[in-house]
């Protein structure tokens, strides 16, 4: 009886492995075509296939990690589609959009980042930015250089965010590249 169970259990877990299998080759078929609606298909669902596995052969394994890694993924297509500024990865090419006020942030944290670089602490280096921008008090200052800081800033403003800083390296000293990114930001903010 016991070496029956045993064979019982060993073919439904061999069924739920080749389940899994199965799901992972409908996936590799997706990421051939190259296709972005595919792609994030693909991912979010062998992610959602190797929950479900894991479920059904440790129920007491922590897959949360996994959960939170297709939250994730879901948040950075959202903000990706909402977003729409010129992305090249390589086969296909799609904008994605920076709204006024993101770029208008992303020059004031280009310019604090420069200042701070250049030597002045982040605490005065907020303060000479509050007294340009005059419509920002420094408690906000502080909360869009931690946003700017975090690991859910999109790649494209991040990248905008160094581009402007290499720019501002190029062209003046970075304390006054700082300076005119914050009274070009200024002059956005009205």
């Known amino acids: ?3 029956q169970k045993g064979l019982f259990l060993k073919q439904v ?9 199965d799901k992972l080759n409908q996936a590799a078929e997706l990421l051939k ?21 894991l479920k059904s052969e440790y129920p007491k394994l922590n897959r949360q990690p996994l959960k939170k890694l297709v939250s ?6 959202l903000i990706e589609r909402r977003n729409k500024s010129v992305i090249n990865d390589g086969a296909n090419k799609y904008e994605l959009k920076v709204s006024r006020k993101r770029k208008t942030d992303s020059l004031i944290v280009a310019a604090i980042e420069l200042m701070v670089e250049d030597g002045v602490v ?6 000479e930015a509050v007294t340009i921008l005059k419509k920002r008090k420094d408690s906000d200052l502080v909360k869009l250089l931690n ?4 690991a859910l800033l999109p790649n494209h403003i991040r990248e905008l965010v160094q581009n402007l800083k290499i720019e501002g390296r190029k062209r003046f000293n970075a304390k006054q590249s700082a300076l005119v990114y914050l009274e070009r930001a200024s002059q956005n903010l009205k």
Request: aromatic share 12%; hydrophobic share 45%; proline share 0%.
């Open 1 to 3: 009886m016991f070496y």
């Open 13 to 21: 877990s061999d069924f739920k492995l080749k389940a899994l299998e």
């Open 33 to 53: 075509e190259n296709n972005q609606k595919n792609i994030k298909a693909a991912h979010i669902g062998v992610i959602s296939e190797l929950i479900n596995f």
């Open 72 to 77: 994730y993924l879901l948040e950075v297509k």
């Open 122 to 127: 982040e605490h005065q280096a907020i303060v």
């Open 147 to 150: 946003s700017y800081r975090s």
